[in-house]
Structure formats: structure tokens, C-alpha cells
């Protein structure tokens, strides 16, 4: 008897994630690149006017009055839709967790306004957070347009997301794993292809914007000799204490706002008005950061100057953030990292334990370990600067410095910065019914209570159902006495509405001893 040939079936569920992610990253990669340039054009044109009003005093007064209408005006922004204060990231977050949700139009407009009359006012507030959350609307407006719901909207937004990331950084690689592990805490395989394909295409865009040139090209003598990672233990240790010293002040600063009895909306007009001294002052040190991190490097001033620099930086940053105003905190704390890096090589060389040759080495490799500190993010801060600084000459100082500074944080009990703020957004929910089904994906890592046990040694929430168990390629379907093990990602239907519920109840159970 003859068989008939095996027919072959072709799989185009990744091809269709990755058609979709391309589309929402050409889409997002306009949209932020526009953002960015609006945002650089609009800083140097303040710099000019700081310059404008030494010469002529007076005209103080058009721009103090000027500078309370655009705090006031992006005030009522925030007012309106309080969704678009700060970076954006706790936001997404929130929308992929199920625990925040919000129209995408309204956001996306008064984020961008918002953010370019508050960044390119000279506040030091980063353009990335504001970026990543108008590229993560976009992917929400782009599924809500072809009616995609469940996990092929949630990997939309994850997409956009990367997107944003990657045309205010020009990092598609570290904007990718950046959503994966600070944002969306999955290596989900549909997640992931959406997300890189979509960081690639507004990367492309974004290249097209500002040029191939990396965005902190840092040139430098020398790499490191072994002989010299003595000081990376050092500068890893001094970049956690003063990264869990960032988190506490951030996450403590809108209580201290509450002091000025100010109605909230109105605490931007705060830091719209400090800044005023510090454009007559130093006009070069206004902005995100990315300049201040290129001036440093090429011309590194002497150890006071810096540790005036770090304390001016250290607080306005707090400032700005704290009030609420559409901005992030990204950039910043890649350039206060970049001055303490400056101030631990310029000690270091005072004291003659570095050759003054290495400071820009030790600059770039500040960055990285205090964004793991602060972010609890060390492979992200490793490719970030990588791609950023535009050489893979660094990687294992790199590693080195943000393994220290992830450790030293984590034993003081500092939390990821962006999940803390999420926490401050949201109030735990009670289960809901929307009648609409969901998936939510669950990773099982090593040292984790379910490792190593049955489904039916678990009494699992109400609201949900083990459907299926993803090992590697296959998927399982489980059973009471089904063994779960490291590396398993747990498929779990809900309802829609219990998503945020059902994974704090099972994060309960993952972490309780058995």
C-alpha cells in the first residue's frame, strides 16, 4: 500500500507577531524621533535665551512669566489625565500586568506635548521613560485598531514599548531585553520576537533622524588590565550605596510635595522655577544628561567641581521627577552614574592607585552599574552602554561593576525602581468578572516553591485554570501529578479582569514554603 506524503503545515504565528511588530515600530520610531528632536531643538533654544538674559537682565520677567504659563499648562495636562505623569514605565508595566488600563489617544497626545515642554525646558528630567510609554500607546492604538486583544495586544504594547526605547537610544538589543526584563518580567517567545522586530524597524527610523553615530560615543585610551579590577569592586560597591540612597529619595519626594500644600497638579511649577538659576548659571548642565555625560568625559573636571555637579544633579533630578511632570529618569541616572564614576577614578588617581588615563573608562562603566543598582536590571545596563558607547571592549568590566552595584543594593534591601513606583500607582484589586477569557504566563525559576513539586501540591486561586505547562519548545498538559520544574512557564486561563489578581495570588503561592 502506497503512503501518502507527510503534508507540511507552516506556522505563521511568529511571522504574523513580527509583520505586526514592524508595522507599530515604524509607527513609533517616527513619532519618537520627532519627540526627541522637538526636545533637543527646544533645550538649545533655552540655553540661547539663558544667554540672551545675562546680556539683557530684564528680560527675566517675559520669561518668568513665560515659564509659570508652561508649568501651569502642562499642570492641567497632568490634570486632565493623570496617566502621563512621570517616565511612563510604571505605567506600561501596570497595563501589561492587567493592573492599569487607560484610552491610548489621550495619553499619547498630552505625553508628547507634555514631555517636550518639560524636557526641553531644560527640567533634568530624561526623554526615555516619556518614550517608551508614547511607543507602548501606540502598540495599544495599533491593536486597538485591528481588534487584536489578549496576548497578542499585550505583545503590541510590549513591542511599542522596545520601539520607544530604541529610537530615544538608539539600542534596539538592550531596548528589547530592557522590556523582557525590567518591564514585561517573561522571555515570552511571541513577547520577545514582537518586541525586537519592533525596536529594529524604529531603530532604522531613528538612525535616519540623528545618523550612525552612537548616541554617548565616549572615546578612550585603553581597556582596563586586569591589574585594575581591584577598582571595579570599588566603584561597584560606591555606585549601589548611592543607588539605593537615589531609590529612597525618588520614591519619597511626592511625599515631601504634599508639604507645599500646593494643589498636585501645580508641583511642577516648583521645579520650573529652580530651574531659572541654574540656566543663568550653568546653562550646560540643563537637560536629561546626555551632554553633561559627553562633557565629562572629554574634558573630566577636578574632584570638587564633580562632587558640586553630583549634589546639583542629584537633587533637581529628585525635584523634577518628584512633581509629577511628564518625564523620566532614565538619562539622569545614566549621568549621575557617569559623575560618580568621574568622582571614584579622580579619588582613585589622587590617591595614586589609577593612572588618570583610565577616568573614562570608569565613566562609562559607572553608567552601567548604577542603572543596575538602581533598576535591578544588570543585563540591560551591560548591553544598554554597550550599544550606547557604540564598543564591546567593555563587557566584563561591565558586568563586573553592575554585578557589584546589583548586589550591594539588593543586600540593603532595595527594590527595582520602576516596580516600586508601579506599587505607589495601584491598590490591590478584588476579583472581577468581565465574562472576556485571558492567558497569563507564569516563570518558574530556580529556588522557587514550585520547583520540584506536583500542580496538585498547591491549592491554586479560584479564578483560574492551569491549561498548559511550556518546557523548552512543547507544551504540556498538566495533570495533578504533573512535576514542575525550573525553567517551566505555568499557562494560566482567567477572566481579563483577574489577571493582576490571580498572578499576586500565585506569586503568594510561589514564594510561601510548601
Partial sequence: ??????????????????????????????????????????????QWVYGQILQTPWYIVPWLIVSLAVAVFVGLLVKKIPDIKGSGIPQVEGQLAGELNYAWWPVLWRKFVGGILGIGSGLFLGREGPSIQLGATIGQGFAEKTHQTG???RSLIAGGAAAGLSAAFNAPIASTLFVLEEVYHNFSPIIWTTALASAIASNFVSLNFFGLVPVLHIPYGT?????????????????????YLYQNVTLAMPSWYTKLRLPSWLDGVVPFLLVIPIGLLWPKLLGGGNAV???????????????????????????????GLPGGIFLPILSLGAILGAIYAQSMVALGWMPASFVPNFIIFAMAGYFAGIGKAPFTAILLITEMVGTLHHLMPLAVVSMTAYLVVDLLGGAPIYEALLEKLTQPKLPEHSGVQDRLEIPIF????????????????????????????????????????????????TDRSNRAWVRHQIDKLNVSPT
Fill in 446 to 493: 530556580e529556588g522557587a516553591a514550585f520547583e520540584g513539586h506536583q500542580v496538585r501540591d498547591f491549592k491554586w486561586p479560584k479564578e483560574s485554570l492551569l491549561i498548559a505547562i511550556r518546557r523548552g519548545e512543547r507544551q504540556v498538559i498538566p495533570h495533578g501529578d504533573t512535576l514542575m520544574r525550573a525553567g517551566d512557564t505555568l499557562i494560566i486561563l
Fill in 151 to 153: 496576548a497578542d495586544r
Fill in 223 to 243: 581597556n582596563l588590565p586586569l591589574s585594575q579590577y581591584g577598582n571595579l569592586i570599588g566603584l561597584g560597591v560606591f555606585l549601589g550605596v548611592f543607588g
Fill in 1 to 46: 500500500m502506497q503512503h501518502q506524503p507527510k503534508q507540511r503545515h507552516f506556522d505563521f504565528t511568529r511571522f504574523g507577531a513580527i509583520g505586526r511588530g514592524l508595522l507599530v515600530g515604524l509607527l513609533a520610531g517616527v513619532v519618537v524621533s520627532i519627540f526627541r528632536f522637538c526636545i533637543e531643538k527646544g533645550l538649545k533654544l533655552v
Fill in 293 to 323: 555625560i559627553l562633557n565629562i568625559a572629554a574634558i573630566t573636571p577636578a574632584l570638587l567641581p564633580l562632587i558640586g555637579i553630583f549634589i546639583l544633579r542629584f537633587v533637581f533630578s529628585t525635584l523634577s521627577y518628584g512633581s
